[in-house]
């Protein structure tokens, strides 16, 4: 069939955002035995496709390779131009993955990995697979290739894709070995953690055991993996764990509107992001990851980045990233956009969304734990740590330097702390107070109300302090805190600093 023809047909089936190529096709290795004395469990073929994709191309471009039986490994590499466009216009980026014999059904069981535009080149076999994609049998039956032309630059994309297959005995694939489910912890106690991670697994430069070193080097009682659109990271741990530190599983799927984090899957289950927020599917996988029993948590809603503004709403999610990596003006319009659903839900609008912060590191000298999400848990587990971010008793730190504890006490003896209720009447006099330490000198401490801020003070240049403030449930439906740096520009502008610590919200007043 034509390319023309497929498009036509793929129209006609309102397949919208899918363009389906003509297949490559191979030899049976039955067929090379014999030839030239050539023995097939030494042989191999490749097959080379040259195209053109237009500005306005689908999302997913989809290369069906024929596979016959008898393959021990199957190799891809490609490339593509990257021509010169005027300032402010996109250029070229076209990422890759592949499915297997099984299908491309979205959330099917033919996924078999993704790189993104991370490598120019993958192999896959029953031992072992290129990080990013996952080892097994290379079975007989239609594979298909995916190229995503992310961005496409006036002139269009010139792609090439080379397959090449390895005939041969499969060999055994081993069985995944996953990290436990819980460590040793200290009871219920308040646990520090990065669940926004990259590896060589997708993006990352860093190995596993390097993201455990610096996980273990910033103070962090557990991290989650989480590499975009790819499971193959979920058995590289094996060995770094411990009884101070546990790993969780998850992804960062990574669509074209929008960054989630899946915080805490099941090991090994793949949730797919090939949709738009137009295509109205993310409630779908949504609930696909909490049957996986993970947290749906919208990543970096504001980055600057193609594809990172976060478009899907937050009906689905179960707490927000609002501090991604060093704290840049877009986390400032989310930490403010968050406020605004605080502010929502004290009238009675919708739930609350607890706010979590990540580093989102992927490199040198991107820091692992910068920041960090400090979660009161009952024990150091999946569950508990879970259990802990979905009720918002947590807090965000800009380093394991820093510790704090927020409160506020009615005057009958009530008490309440993060992302908890204090049940006193509209007219009882609250106590909010804060303590902080290790900070450092030059900052600040703001509590935000739903009014806004109402009321701030400096911190001594020791960075330590114990704040006091009172109020009324009729005067402030909730109250959280804010620790900030001082302003670069010395506050000419009205913007404060940048963000060291901040707090989930205290509820005041009768539920």
Not at 303 to 322: I, L
């Amino acid at each position: 069939m034509q390319r023309r023809e497929v498009l036509r047909l793929s129209a006609l089936a309102g397949a919208a955002g899918v363009l389906t190529l003509d297949p490559v096709t191979f030899a049976h290795a039955q067929e090379r035995d014999g030839e030239d004395g050539a023995d097939s469990a030494d042989s191999e073929q490749t097959r080379t496709v040259t195209g053109h994709l237009p500005t306005g191309s689908p999302d997913f471009v989809y290369l069906p390779v024929e596979v016959p039986r008898g393959v021990r490994e199957i190799a891809v590499s490609y490339s593509y131009d990257k021509p010169t466009v005027p300032a402010g216009t996109q250029g070229n980026a076209c990422d890759i993955g592949i499915f297997d014999e099984r299908g491309t059904d979205l959330g099917g069981r033919g996924f078999r990995g993704w790189s993104g535009g991370a490598r120019t080149e993958f192999a896959i076999s029953a031992e072992q697979a290129t990080p990013g994609y996952l080892a097994g049998p290379v079975k007989a039956g239609t594979w298909h290739v995916v190229l995503g032309p992310y961005t496409v630059a006036p002139q269009g994309l010139d792609y090439k894709v080379t397959v090449t297959l390895r005939f041969g005995e499969p060999g055994e694939t081993p069985k995944p070995v996953y990290p436990p489910q819980r460590a040793k912890g200290r009871g219920r106690a308040w646990y520090r953690g990065d669940s926004h991670l990259h590896t060589i697994h997708s993006d990352g430069k860093r190995t596993p055991a390097e993201v455990v070193a610096a996980a273990r080097a910033a103070g962090l009682d557990f991290i989650t993996t989480t590499e975009h659109n790819t499971t193959s990271s979920h058995p590289a741990w094996e060995g770094l764990w411990g009884d101070d530190l546990l790993i969780l599983t998850g992804e960062e799927i990574t669509t074209r509107n929008g960054h989630v984090v899946a915080l805490g899957t099941d090991p090994g289950v793949f949730i797919d992001w090939r949709y738009r927020a137009r295509d109205n599917r993310f409630g779908h996988y949504a609930r696909k990851i909490r049957q996986a029993g993970g947290l749906v948590i919208p990543a970096h809603p504001h980055g600057t980045c193609v594809g990172c503004n976060w478009k899907f709403g937050f009906n689905e999610a179960d707490a927000v990233e609002v501090w991604n990596a060093d704290f840049t003006p877009d986390d400032e319009v989310t930490v403010q956009e968050w406020d605004n659903t605080l502010v929502a839900a004290a009238r009675g609008d919708g739930r609350w969304l607890p706010a979590v912060g990540h580093s989102d590191a992927h490199r040198e000298p991107q820091v692992v734990g910068l920041p960090q999400t400090v979660v009161l848990a009952d024990d150091l587990s999946r569950t508990a740590i879970q259990e802990g971010i979905r009720a918002g008793r947590c807090w965000i730190a800009e380093s394991s330097a820093i510790d704090l504890s927020f409160s506020a006490v009615g005057g009958r003896g009530q008490h309440a702390g993060i992302g908890e209720r204090l049940n006193v009447a509209r007219r009882d006099e609250v106590t909010v107070r804060l303590k902080v330490s290790g900070v450092g000198p030059g900052c600040s401490v703001r509590l935000i109300t739903d009014q806004g801020q109402l009321y701030a003070t400096a911190l001594p240049d020791s960075g330590s302090a114990d704040v006091e403030w009172r109020t009324t449930a009729s005067y402030a439906a909730y109250v959280r805190a804010e620790v900030r740096r001082a302003p670069k520009d010395g506050g000419a502008s009205g913007v404060p600093g940048p963000m060291a610590a901040m707090t989930n919200p205290i509820w005041l007043g009768e539920a």
